[in-house]
């Protein structure tokens, strides 16, 4: 095997080493594209998954990828939240107001839950 890391003459390792750390000390993000067409300049052919093996072993870690719909559910949710929490003593005044007008709290849920399926 060291045959054929002497027969090549680049360790490809640490190529990548050496770029990825001089990248992170100009303040950028080393990443596998780059680094990849960089060293195909330089006339070293390294594979994509290699570089992401030897960031990875560096400490570099990549970037969490999200899915579509995922984003949108949290905020959503933490919205809700933070509107039920917040509710001031003016917010409790007009339920009161609703609930006597709807004749009990039953009817005044049964409206509200009437309206949220018209709404969504």
């Given at each position: ?45 390294v594979s994509s998954?290699q570089v992401s ?68």
């Amino acid at each position: 095997m060291a045959d054929k890391k002497e027969s090549k003459g680049v360790n490809k390792s640490a190529e990548i080493r050496t770029l990825a750390a001089a990248m992170k000390e100009r303040g950028e993000k080393p990443r596998p594209v780059t680094i990849v067409a960089t060293l195909k300049k330089q006339g070293v052919n390294v594979s994509s998954p290699q570089v992401s093996m030897v960031l990875k072993r560096m400490g570099f870690r990549p970037r969490k990828r999200r899915k579509a719909g995922e984003m949108a559910a949290p905020k959503a949710a933490k919205a809700k939240a933070t509107r039920s929490a917040s509710l001031s003593i003016d917010d409790l005044i007009a339920a009161k107001k609703l609930v006597s007008q709807f004749g009990g709290t039953d009817r005044a849920l049964a409206a509200i839950s009437a309206l949220k399926r018209f709404e969504g």
